[in-house]
């Protein structure tokens, strides 16, 4: 029985010391403190730190001074107390993280679908963006904006690497500069004034949109889209293809597949995600 008893109080949120203590003054009534500690064999210290915290539950009282003794308050009253306020407590964390993890879950689930992820950093999105480049084989639409995720000299060498090898390369930047680098190595090339994000398009089956965001601290974030998604794929091709034409258009590939609060989740709980075994499965699907 006693078993039963201790173990129901533990549910509630009680220590075993605490359930002890508990009972024991449920049995005798009142006792002190030194007492409890007799009669349970909790040590000393601790019986005063059990009393404490079942004083702040309202389930224990003094019920006199000198010398000091602890009582029992009414269960049929306490416990229900203490009851209601558990439930409402699980009720309100229950239903934060409701509230948190359902973005968070619907955004992977839709990504699982489209054959999409979103990746943070600017080391992780520079091995994907390298892993594209080495596996494109037919044709590679990118715009290059002023800001470097890869050195742009090592970027325009691998783009003539893949023109040599056949590849259809083209190419928007937004400098002069870098415009006269490309057209010296061969490359089709426009210049706009659009500010574009870094957009890559290999072999219409795989795009990535790479941003860069200046934080209050000064500090910077990479944050970037990869995608085998048919809408996302339609979306940033029209947006290439506008601006290749000399026309402005905005990219928005997050809101073609994924809501507001779905892309707040990601960037706040995915930080080290995805992995390099995620990143592979949606480069190397069959489906891109």
């Keep these: 029985m006693d078993y039963d008893i201790l173990a ?154 893949l023109s040599k090898r056949g590849v259809d390369v083209k190419l928007i930047v937004q400098s002069d500069e870098l415009e006269k680098k490309a057209r010296d190595l061969g490359l089709q090339v426009k210049n706009t004034m659009a500010p574009l994000p870094l957009m890559v398009i290999s072999d219409d089956k795989t795009v990535i949109v790479v941003n860069k965001f200046e934080l209050e601290d000064g500090l910077e974030q990479w944050s970037g889209v990869v995608s085998s998604c048919p809408e996302c794929m339609r979306n940033v091709t029209k947006v290439f293809q506008s601006a290749w034409n000399g026309e402005i258009s905005k990219v928005e590939v997050e809101r073609t597949c994924l809501t507001r609060n779905e892309m707040k989740a990601l960037m706040k709980y995915l930080r080290g995600w995805p992995s390099e075994k995620d990143i592979s499965r949606v480069v190397n699907s069959s489906s891109l």
């Design 8 to 161: 129901s109080l533990r549910k509630l949120g009680l220590t075993t010391y605490e359930a002890k203590t508990y009972l024991a003054l449920l049995r005798f009534g009142a006792l002190t403190a030194s007492e409890v500690s007799s009669i349970t064999g909790i040590p000393y210290p601790k019986v005063y730190t059990s009393i404490e915290k079942l004083k702040t539950l309202n389930l224990v009282s003094v019920v006199e001074q000198r010398p000091l003794m602890f009582k029992v308050e009414p269960p049929s009253k306490s416990l229900k107390e203490l009851r209601d306020k558990i439930i409402e407590d699980i009720q309100k964390t229950s239903d934060f993280l409701i509230s948190e993890f359902t973005p968070l879950y619907t955004a992977i689930s839709k990504m699982r679908s489209y054959g999409r992820m979103n990746v943070l950093g600017k080391n992780r999105i520079s091995r994907i963006l390298s892993k594209i480049l080495s596996r494109t084989s037919k044709s590679i639409s990118i715009s290059l904006p002023t800001y470097e995720l890869i050195p742009h000299s090592k970027f325009l060498r691998a783009l003539s690497n």
